[in-house]
């Protein structure tokens, strides 16, 4: 994301900085333009450059699977301390 950005922003000021001694009005309407089409090609690199990593959903069900049975079992746990019996103790009023 923050390639995106970078790129977008950099690409941007870029465009103004060089059509700005032509007109400040090109300038304005070709700095963004520029900027967004940079972000989109950096974005397109991106899922080009991680579409390996996103294609395997099988380790990140592997993955989901191992958190939900932890914390199934910290539950279980918590269920565990919840049904022992609550150590009363006598109040300063009581005591006397």
């Not at 001694?21 to 450059?49: D, E």
């Not at 932890?70 to 109040?91: F, K, M, N, Y």
């Amino acid at each position: 994301m923050f390639l995106i950005m970078f790129a977008a922003v950099i690409a941007g000021l870029l465009m103004m900085s060089v059509t700005a001694p032509t007109s400040l009005l090109l300038a304005l309407m070709a700095g963004p333009i520029a900027g967004s089409a940079t972000g989109l090609c950096a974005a397109l690199f991106l899922a080009w450059y991680r579409g390996s990593e996103w294609k395997s959903d099988d380790d990140l069900d592997q993955q989901t699977d191992a958190m939900v049975s932890a914390l199934r079992s910290l539950t279980e746990q918590g269920r565990a301390v919840d049904g022992a019996p609550a150590i009363r103790t006598v109040e300063p009023s009581q005591a006397a």
